[in-house]
């Protein structure tokens, strides 16, 4: 049955919040609406559970289930520890009044250690839901790459790889792949969401510092596998998501970029099943070609710095 779901986005000021809570909505249900009547607010109408997609959204404030009014709220939030958060996107209103949202609220309220808030965000109007900040505590900064027990340079931030990985639409149980995963960024979120997961690098001291950030947050992967990214040896992949290399500081073995970017469409082309979704972050001056094998669904720019722009296209195998 389908239910009303708030996402209140971060707000980054580019594109890639509101398209990963999109993926996620659509990784759950093939068949979502969507409303937007800001840029930090998107309304879903789907089958998909808000409090899984809190589990794993990474850009993102609060993901919850919209209610109308303080009774209904009431009804799901009987007898559980609550508290009451308030979001003020205008920086125009007062501040808003619990008492008025607790009236008939038969729960608990719990300030400290709560299982549910009653979230309130001011926006174009007002918006109400039940909301779990418990799903929303991510542990993003304990993944740092300098937190890890193997750290390189050209290492991407949890909360990006965790985008990747959500762009990709995969699910729990699906074979994710990323052909050129370096420090394993990107693997370690896609194991963590429940994807059984192979990682592939052309260096076999990446392979090496990849299994050992593996094992330092207790994660399995089907593998950790040194593998030329033109010749993978996988023979299908429902999700694949991957910062394709670039610089010094990360191992091309001596292609420009074009070529690079052309060898690992060539070969995800081989390995995606029909329908797969492919993530690749890329220099924007590099264009990912859809050809005959993918179609292109959208493309995020990322402004790293001033002078570096990244490119994350998200394709579909046909």
């Given at each position: 049955m389908k239910t009303r779901s708030l996402v209140l986005l971060s707000?980054?000021?580019?594109?890639?919040?509101?398209?990963e809570a999109r993926a996620l909505f659509y990784a759950y249900d093939p068949s979502p609406r969507f409303e937007s009547h800001s840029p930090r607010i998107l309304i879903a109408d789907s089958e998909a559970d808000p409090f899984r997609i809190g589990e794993r959204i990474a850009f993102a404030r609060r993901v919850g289930r919209l209610v109308g009014d303080a009774s209904e709220?009431?009804?799901?939030?009987?007898?559980r520890r609550v508290r009451f958060r308030a979001f003020d996107l205008t920086g125009e209103r007062h501040p808003a009044d619990p008492g008025d949202y607790f009236g008939d609220?038969?729960?608990?309220?719990?300030?400290?250690?709560p299982e549910y808030e009653l979230t309130?965000?001011?926006?174009?109007?007002?918006y109400l839901a039940v909301t779990s900040p418990v799903t929303m505590a991510q542990?993003?900064?304990?993944?740092?790459?300098?937190?890890?027990?193997?750290?390189?340079?050209?290492?991407?931030?949890?909360?990006?790889s965790r985008a990747l990985v959500n762009l990709?639409?995969?699910?729990?149980?699906?074979?994710?792949?990323?052909?050129?995963?370096?420090?394993?960024?990107?693997?370690?979120?896609?194991?963590?969401?429940?994807?059984?997961?192979?990682?592939?690098?052309?260096?076999?001291?990446m392979v090496r510092g990849a299994k050992r950030n593996m094992r330092h947050f207790r994660q399995e992967w089907l593998g950790a596998v040194r593998a030329d990214s033109g010749l993978l040896p996988v023979t299908a992949a429902d999700a694949v998501a991957t910062d394709v290399p670039y610089g010094r500081a990360s191992s091309t073995r001596g292609l420009g970029p074009g070529?690079?970017?052309?060898?690992?469409?060539?070969?995800?082309?081989?390995?995606?099943?029909?329908?797969?979704?492919?993530?690749?972050?890329?220099?924007?001056?590099?264009a990912a070609e859809a050809g005959a094998d993918f179609s292109l669904l959208e493309e995020h720019d990322l402004q790293v710095h001033k002078r570096l722009t990244r490119t994350i296209s998200v394709l579909r195998r046909r």
């Open positions: 707000g980054e000021g580019n594109t890639i919040p509101a398209a709220a009431a009804e799901l939030l009987e007898g609220l038969r729960a608990t309220i719990d300030l400290r250690a309130l965000v001011s926006g174009d109007r007002e542990g993003w900064s304990r993944r740092r790459p300098r937190q890890r027990p193997f750290f390189h340079p050209a290492a991407i931030f949890p909360k990006l990709s639409r995969c699910v729990e149980g699906d074979i994710f792949i990323d052909p050129f995963a370096g420090t394993g960024s990107i693997p370690l979120e896609a194991s963590m969401v429940g994807c059984r997961v192979v990682a592939f690098d052309v260096a076999e001291k070529e690079v970017m052309d060898m690992a469409l060539s070969t995800l082309a081989d390995v995606a099943r029909p329908g797969a979704t492919v993530v690749l972050m890329h220099q924007k001056e590099v």
